[in-house]
């Protein structure tokens, strides 16, 4: 049930497209009023999001560390696993953003007789690397429809991708590792049980999402095809913002072009935004110095207090009558 | 907002690369390819069509041609029947007499689009 809204919410939207575009011909809607809505919605979203993140104060200072703190001169410092400086932030910062290394450090937790026994479990983590990369590089190529001459490196990446010169045209290998890291990700959320029962339709929903977009795309480019060189002109028209709907561009266009501006817009809203979130998690950017800076808590604020010596002008008479010692006679 | 410096730069070097694109084309013209279809051959059609309808070849050609290439290296055959019943020779020939220049037909579409084809590596382009 969880899985099922989710699935039949991009089917809806599949639906959407072909009763628009192909029933009621709204190609200018469709082609040019949803992608820029979709463009605006995503960028004016990440910015509210990201500037609501850089307002909200970081009460304490929450570094995960997991290596050796930076102490005496002769104990050597884990400088990436534990930073003690901006250096160390960044380098961790870096590793974590182009390699994910927290999920590299997965384990799986076992008890075997009467002892726990880890393994390695990499699967996560290699399933998120290939689809995030092989989305990044996807990308990358589609930036062959945004430039009227196509920049060098995209024609490479283009080349090497489709090295395997498999068909015509050629299979791209991103396309075939993106569509698999997304069916994994998504069956380890259905097969395994400790998984399912904390998945939510938020997390199906972007899968089936994307899921939608690649093999949409798929469909495009291998088998249904479409003219691509009136692809370009509209989404060349778009960019250079003398935007105009361009005939004769098959459905499967508008399908691709629409899941990829529902993606757009549900991006910042989503959990997807992490993209942004990443950089500003306390317990990953800051470094492990609290005991060298003190972190003023943002909350602060100066609190009323009654100190001793204010209590003993308070009472000093009434102290002294009943014996009691007093620091100021 | 804290370390609004830093949330910002990062911020704004994020939207200086997502739309880049928007600024290095807003305004450019930007002409399509426009492949040239002024040959002897195709001024002399009455009923001016290539081989299948223009629609079906501007999304199709490579699905065409590479069967064509399959059909005639299995030795299935070399005569293609289109849609419309008409004969041709599974040749590059067939491309030729029309579209007499690889440069101002092929070459422009394919390079508007950067497509890296691989036709060329065997065939050799008509001397016109």
């Not at chain 1, 093999?215 to 060349?236: I, W």
């Not at chain 2, 949330?7 to 390819?33: C, R, S």
Request: net charge positive.
């Amino acid at each position: 049930m969880k899985a099922l809204v989710p699935f039949l919410a991009v089917v809806f939207l599949v639906l959407l497209v072909i009763a628009g575009v192909k029933a009621a011909g709204l190609y200018f809607l469709f082609g040019v009023a949803v992608p820029y809505a979709a463009a605006a919605i995503f960028l004016l979203g990440f910015v509210y999001k990201v500037v609501k993140w850089g307002r909200t104060p970081v009460p304490f200072h929450i570094p995960t560390t997991c290596g050796q703190q930076k102490s005496l001169p002769w104990i050597k410092p884990n400088s990436i696993e534990n930073p003690s400086g901006t250096g160390g932030v960044i380098m961790r910062m870096l590793l974590e953003v182009f390699l994910f290394r927290s999920l590299f450090k997965n384990r799986k937790t076992k008890i075997k007789g009467d002892y726990i026994a880890y393994s390695w479990a990499p699967w996560l983590w290699l399933s998120g690397m290939a689809f995030h990369w092989s989305f990044l590089l996807i990308v990358i190529r589609h930036l062959r429809f945004f430039f009227q001459s196509v920049p060098v490196p995209v024609q490479a990446l283009e080349h090497l991708d489709s090295i395997l010169n498999w068909g015509v045209p050629a299979l791209y290998i991103t396309d075939v590792i993106f569509l698999a890291a997304v069916t994994y990700l998504f069956l380890r959320r259905v097969t395994l049980a400790h998984l399912k029962a904390i998945t939510l339709p938020a997390d199906y929903f972007p899968l089936f999402l994307l899921f939608g977009i690649g093999a949409s795309g798929a469909l495009m480019r291998y088998h249904l095809r479409v003219d691509v060189v009136g692809v370009k002109e509209l989404v060349m028209g778009l960019v250079s913002l003398h935007p105009a709907a361009v005939a004769g561009i098959g459905t499967i266009f508008y399908i691709h072009l629409f899941l990829i501006s529902t993606l757009f817009a549900y991006f910042p809203w989503s959990k997807l935004v992490h993209a942004g979130g990443v950089f500003l998690s306390p317990t990953r950017n800051l470094s492990n110095n609290s005991r060298v800076v003190r972190h003023v808590n943002p909350w602060n604020y100066p609190v009323k207090v009654h100190t001793y010596a204010e209590y003993e002008d308070d009472f000093r008479e009434k102290m002294k009558m009943a014996g009691l010692p007093v620091e100021k006679e | 907002m804290y370390n609004g410096g830093k949330i910002i730069a990062g911020l704004v070097i994020f939207l200086g690369i997502v739309t880049f694109p928007i600024y290095y084309n807003a305004g450019k013209a930007n002409p399509g390819p426009s492949p040239s279809l002024d040959t002897p051959a195709i001024n002399q059609m009455k009923v001016k069509h290539c081989v299948e309808s223009r629609q079906f070849m501007r999304a199709n050609h490579m699905k065409l041609l590479r069967g064509w290439m399959s059909m005639v290296l299995s030795g299935k055959g070399c005569s293609y029947v289109s849609t419309t019943g008409e004969k041709y020779d599974m040749s590059w020939d067939t491309c030729w007499k029309c579209h007499s220049s690889k440069k101002q037909f092929c070459d422009r579409c394919h390079q508007y689009m950067a497509v890296d084809l691989p036709c060329w590596k065997c065939h050799s382009e008509p001397n016109t």
